[in-house]
């Protein structure tokens, strides 16, 4: 069965500080990969997603990721945060083809100290 | 931007009572989804919809859950027979290919 790893519960990091945030994904063929951040209180928005060709994929608000298939991860990073970073965010996979489920990470809360 | 739509955004209710959850998916979209995430826990896959049908459906998703399009354009979820265990927040998602858009949410509360 398929599933995703993201083994840091909690991270904080300095505001203008470099990031990154972990996603190891177990699945039977590369899939669909994706990363979402949840503000307090707020829905799920797609920060990037991976389908194929270029491995490192560019995403809104300045945050990238980049798929290594020989370690089946696909990290987050930022250069450097912004005190509105602070948020839950979700790795997740799904089946290639499209209009298929969601597979969760467990998330990881990032704080932003001054 | 077209958005996904849920109401209420907050629902408290007595165990035992029936809830209905109501999402308003983006018009275009064919494929439409619910899950839920327990407080401090990942987000979890309860249903899949498409063709006005379940087209999947995960273990947590009992006889106390059912979906349906009564209109064409909600989309809603109804817990029969609420227990204490079916509090969470409840995201609704309409995807048209490979992007999934998610509601902001309902808060369910069982007391």
């Known amino acids: 069965a398929q599933s995703v790893t993201q083994p840091d519960i909690h991270i904080t990091v300095s505001e203008g500080a470099s990031l990154e945030l972990r996603c190891n994904y177990s699945?039977?063929?590369?899939?669909?990969l994706f990363w979402y951040v949840q503000s307090p209180g707020q829905g799920l928005q797609l920060l990037l997603k991976?389908?194929?060709?270029?491995?490192l994929v560019q995403g809104i608000k300045g945050f990238e990721a980049e798929f290594k298939r020989s370690q089946s991860s696909f990290n987050l990073r930022k250069p450097s945060v912004h005190w509105s970073d602070a948020a839950e965010y979700f790795c997740?996979?799904?089946?290639?083809?499209?209009?298929?489920?969601?597979?969760f990470g467990t998330g990881t809360r990032l704080t932003i100290i001054p | 931007e077209p958005e996904v739509t849920q109401t209420p955004s907050h629902q408290v209710t007595q165990m035992g009572q029936e809830v209905i959850l109501r999402c308003v998916p983006i018009?275009?979209?064919?494929?439409f989804y619910w899950y839920r995430q327990i407080l401090g826990q990942k987000v979890e896959f309860l249903v899949s919809?498409?063709?006005?049908?379940?087209?999947?459906k995960s273990e947590i998703f009992d006889d106390q859950f059912s979906v349906e399009r009564p209109d064409g354009s909600n989309f809603t979820l109804k817990i029969r027979s609420t227990k204490l265990e079916d509090s969470a927040m409840y995201f609704c998602?309409?995807?048209?290919?490979?992007?999934?858009?998610f509601g902001q949410g309902t808060r369910l509360t069982v007391v």
């Open positions: 991976y389908f194929s060709g270029d491995t």
């Open positions: 018009s275009n979209h064919l494929y």
């Open positions: 919809f498409y063709n006005n049908e379940i087209s999947e």
């Open positions: 699945y039977g063929a590369t899939p669909y």
């Open positions: 997740a996979v799904a089946p290639q083809g499209g209009n298929e489920k969601l597979t």
């Open positions: 998602a309409s995807m048209r290919f490979t992007e999934a858009f």
